[in-house]
């Protein structure tokens, strides 16, 4: 905790607590609005949170939408999302950041940011999705054989907020975390407490305070209760260490009503944190999936949500991708074309090194010239493994798959060795939801009304979303929308025109 003994004292109009993609989009926009003073606080090193390895967004009516000739419905995807949560989020919410969308769109234009409509994205029609088809920036050389990392939207955004807060002489102090929010008789906020890893301790006196701390992905106790999740087992996540909810948990002892529908965006069955090849490789629908039993448990071509919904009820919450030496050559002879600016043609260059490699050093994938040694390998019972792939080729054979009905052309035999196990795990990147806020991203009091001064914007806010999400790049474009928002309201708070 702060020591109170020795504290440096500083005014602010409007504080911001994380330097993500929320947050430092609500520095910018509040400061564009009015807000003379604007502080941000962020506990990491750097700035940029999770936003800075996100690939793309999501945008309706944008600029880049109409130039192209695209015809897109604010209204019909504001249908569409709350469909998807079945209405059970909060409509104004939705309604707020969707509209925002477009417009963000060309406020990022506007500082030298030129989107492309992206492939990679859900196959709408008309196309939803922002991206670039080339690392931007200082990282325009690193490849692309991720479909994730610096140089893609959200890093490109987070750098173009961190050179419009040296313009507008933003104060962005990093390895600072805020660690509570001070109010007063009436619970309106009045100010923050601060502590830094240099040793210094901030009193901050301010009207106005968003809460853009981010998720909880990092946070084992959190992680274990809500998703039943061991963050230290056999699944894979590239949630941020420091990620742990200190803006729910601050949010909360401040009066906010804290809504705990959380919800994960988790993905699966998955092979990181290992060889490219080999993890788009296990997840391909050619691959026949078992659990630990030796079982098949669903339909192959079903990857996504839904998959990650049926490996968690599995034994041990893991899959293995079972392939044949003839699967193996044709992969590596025919890359998937699926996402071609991702490169993924060349990433399997190195297929069979990296699976051999893994079968003999990483031991996360499994090489047998019998399916008996094979099943011994993964700890299932031989007999169980042998029938599940007769059954499977059985159905390979006459084109139709009885138990699943897998769409035929995906449909190969398991017969030449030797056999490969891949192992599938599952993974996550970020929670949502949390602090309860209205359309202006005001903060609700455990009382029914608003906390005066305080906003929550990105991951940390809630009642937007739920597993069910209704685009590719929901998340990312909520951390923007909603700070913007969130930025705003905030300055027009402190000079008194909300």
Same mark, same amino acid.
């Given at each position: ?12 109009d409007?504080v911001?607590?994380?330097? @993500?993609?929320?947050g ?11 807000a ?13 949170? /999770? ?5 793309a ?18 209204e019909q995807?504001f249908k569409e ?9 909060n ?12 417009e ?7 500082? @030298? ?6 492939? @990679? ?8 999705? %922002?991206?670039?088809?080339e690392r931007?920036?200082?990282?325009? !050389?690193?490849?692309?054989r991720?479909?994730? &990392?610096p ?7 987070i750098?173009t907020?961190?050179?419009? +807060?040296?313009?507008?002489g ?5 390895k ?7 109010t007063?008789?009436?619970?309106s ?12 301790? $901030?009193?901050?006196s ?13 946070n ?7 998703f ?6 056999? =699944?894979f996540?590239h949630?941020?260490a420091?990620?742990t909810?200190?803006?729910i ?7 906010a009503?804290?809504? *705990?529908r959380?919800?994960?965006h ?5 092979h %990181?944190k ?11 629908p050619?691959?026949?999936?078992? /659990? ?27 899959? $293995?991708?079972?392939? #044949?030496?003839?699967?193996?050559? #044709? ?29 003999s050093e990483e031991?996360?994938?499994w090489?047998a010239?019998?399916?008996?040694e ?9 007999? =169980?493994?042998?029938?599940?792939v007769?059954?499977y080729? !059985?159905? +390979?054979?006459?084109?139709?798959? #009885?138990?699943?009905? *897998?769409?035929?052309?995906y449909?190969?035999?398991i ?12 993974? $996550?990147?970020?929670?949502? @939801?949390?602090?309860?806020i209205?359309?202006?991203?005001e ?16 991951n940390n ?8 999400y209704?685009q ?11 700070g913007y ?7 027009k708070?402190?000079? &008194?025109?909300?």
């Amino acid at each position: 905790m702060v020591d109170r003994k020795i504290m440096e004292n500083l005014q602010a109009d409007v504080v911001i607590v994380g330097g @993500g993609g929320s947050g430092m989009v609500a520095a910018v926009s509040a400061a564009e609005n009015g807000a003379g003073n604007v502080i941000v606080l962020e506990k990491a090193a750097h700035t940029g949170g /999770n936003a800075f390895l996100a690939v793309a967004m999501f945008a309706v009516e944008s600029p880049v939408q109409k130039r192209l000739g695209f015809k897109t419905s604010r209204e019909q995807f504001f249908k569409e999302a709350m469909a998807a949560a079945k209405w059970t989020i909060n409509p104004e919410v939705v309604r707020a950041y969707v509209n925002k969308s477009g417009e963000l769109v060309g406020w990022f234009e506007s500082k @030298g940011i030129k989107f492309g409509i992206g492939r @990679g994205l859900k196959a709408d029609n008309p196309p939803l999705g %922002h991206e670039f088809s080339e690392r931007q920036g200082r990282y325009a !050389a690193t490849p692309m054989r991720v479909a994730q &990392g610096p140089g893609m939207v959200g890093s490109t955004v987070i750098e173009t907020m961190l050179k419009d +807060c040296d313009k507008l002489g933003i104060k962005v102090l990093t390895k600072t975390k805020a660690e509570k929010l001070l109010t007063d008789t009436r619970g309106s906020i009045k100010g923050v407490l601060a502590s830094s890893s240099k040793g210094k301790n $901030y009193k901050i006196s301010t009207k106005s305070v968003v809460i853009a701390a981010g998720d909880f992905g990092g946070n084992a106790a959190m992680m274990s209760k809500y998703f039943g999740l061991d963050i230290h087992g056999d =699944v894979f996540h590239h949630a941020i260490a420091g990620q742990t909810g200190d803006g729910i948990v601050m949010a909360g002892d401040a009066g906010a009503l804290i809504d *705990k529908r959380y919800s994960i965006h988790w993905f699966g069955p998955c092979h %990181h944190k290992w060889a490219g090849s080999v993890h788009y490789t296990m997840q391909r629908p050619d691959m026949l999936w078992v /659990n630990k039993n030796g079982e098949r448990f669903m339909d192959e071509f079903s990857n996504g949500m839904q998959s990650v919904y049926a490996l968690n009820v599995q034994p041990g919450k893991v899959s $293995y991708s079972l392939l #044949d030496s003839n699967t193996l050559r #044709d992969i590596k002879e025919s890359p998937p074309p699926e996402r071609p600016s991702f490169d993924q043609h060349h990433m399997f260059d190195t297929l069979y090194d990296d699976i051999e490699n893994e079968a003999s050093e990483e031991k996360k994938a499994w090489k047998a010239d019998t399916l008996e040694e094979l099943a011994m390998l993964l700890g299932a019972k031989p007999a =169980v493994l042998k029938a599940t792939v007769a059954r499977y080729n !059985a159905f +390979c054979d006459k084109g139709h798959d #009885d138990d699943f009905i *897998k769409d035929p052309k995906y449909l190969k035999p398991i017969r030449k060795p030797p056999y490969y196990a891949i192992l599938g795990v599952i993974g $996550y990147g970020y929670t949502s @939801g949390g602090i309860k806020i209205n359309e202006r991203m005001e903060v609700i009091s455990k009382k029914g009304g608003i906390i005066s001064g305080l906003y929550a914007a990105g991951n940390n806010a809630g009642d937007w979303t739920t597993q069910n999400y209704a685009q590719g790049g929901t998340s990312l474009t909520f951390a923007f929308c909603s700070g913007y928002i969130a930025g705003e309201s905030a300055a027009k708070y402190v000079l &008194g025109k909300s």
